[in-house]
């Protein structure tokens, strides 16, 4: 059975279990408050080619109540924050919302983008409006190449080279291996996107290398194979066959807003997360 997963840390485990090493990946969790954050290293290209992962750092932020608690929320939202500001030093970005908007699960970039706090209009119009505490923010949705018929990668590329962003965000819907972190993980990464490889249905790399600047993915896991819930392979007109929690549409609204919110901590830095919901709610 080829089990598809988009998650690094779900990668190593199936690789090698928990306890064993890699050579070329490094793997640290730690625990806080009942939040797991773990982080997947792959700094060689023997780990990338035993894990199916780009080498870059992949850090998995585990919250099983997010989908309906607030608790963790503000706490989710910072850890992301804290994960872009590290990974990326600019606040001048291209935020990419992956996906399509018309397929609920496949939703959670073009919903991100719509609840982000846009910016670049107004610093280049009138940049005496919006002080330092906000950063240079640009957004877009492109769709997917069945309802455009323009690669996806193609459509950013042409918006990047008239916004010239300094960094690159791709947020993006993905698959998981294990039911218990469906709609309940945040990943994020710096090595980039291939969006719809969890599913089998890979586009251009949305990455460094194609574009130049650096490109941090985040996603959340929103579909499992269904073979992987009822143990035993499908019949190939059934492939791939993907399954969703009953109600996505709740978690996909309160998923998106915590990556949205998360990118907004770390482009609009001297904000604090209640200013931030002020302007967006």
């Known amino acids: 059975m080829s089990i598809r997963t988009d998650l690094a840390v779900e990668a190593h485990e199936l690789m090698r279990g928990d306890?064993?090493?890699?050579?070329?990946?490094?793997?640290?969790?730690?625990?806080?408050?009942?939040?797991?954050?773990?982080?997947?290293?792959?700094?060689?290209?023997?780990?990338?080619?035993?894990?199916?992962?780009?080498?870059?750092?992949?850090?998995?932020?585990?919250?099983?109540?997010?989908?309906?608690?607030?608790?963790?929320?503000?706490?989710?939202?910072?850890m992301i924050a804290d994960e872009i500001r590290r990974m990326c030093k600019s606040t001048r970005v291209l935020v990419a919302g992956l996906g399509n908007r018309d397929i609920t699960p496949d939703a959670l970039g073009a919903e991100a983008v719509s609840q982000l706090i846009v910016t670049s209009h107004i610093?280049?119009?009138?940049?005496?409006?919006?002080?330092?505490?906000?950063?240079?923010?640009?957004?877009?949705?492109?769709?997917?190449?069945?309802?455009?018929?323009?690669?996806?990668?193609?459509?950013?590329r042409g918006v990047a080279e008239k916004v010239r962003p300094e960094a690159i965000i791709a947020i993006d819907a993905l698959a998981g291996a294990d039911i218990d972190r469906i709609c309940s993980v945040v990943q994020i990464s710096d090595a980039g996107i291939s969006p719809g490889s969890g599913v089998g249905n890979n586009r251009a790399g949305i990455n460094r290398e194609s574009f130049g600047v650096p490109v941090i993915a985040i996603g959340v896991p929103t579909v499992?194979?269904?073979?992987?819930?009822?143990?035993?392979?499908?019949?190939?007109?059934?492939?791939?066959?993907?399954?969703?929690?009953?109600?996505?549409?709740?978690?996909?609204?309160?998923?998106?807003k915590t990556v949205a919110n998360g990118i907004n901590m770390a482009m609009h830095r001297n904000l604090t997360f209640k200013d931030i919901e002020r302007i967006v709610d």
């Open 224 to 256: 499992i194979a269904a073979e992987l819930l009822t143990g035993k392979e499908l019949p190939t007109e059934f492939e791939p066959l993907m399954v969703t929690t009953k109600d996505i549409d709740l978690v996909i609204k309160r998923m998106s």
């Open 123 to 156: 610093k280049n119009k009138l940049p005496d409006v919006l002080d330092d505490n906000y950063g240079i923010v640009s957004a877009i949705a492109p769709g997917v190449m069945g309802t455009t018929g323009i690669e996806t990668s193609e459509i950013i």
């Open 19 to 78: 306890a064993k090493e890699i050579e070329g990946v490094a793997v640290e969790r730690t625990e806080h408050d009942g939040i797991r954050k773990i982080v997947v290293e792959i700094t060689s290209e023997a780990g990338a080619e035993k894990l199916g992962k780009r080498t870059g750092r992949y850090v998995t932020i585990e919250a099983p109540d997010i989908r309906y608690e607030l608790d963790d929320y503000e706490r989710v939202c910072k």
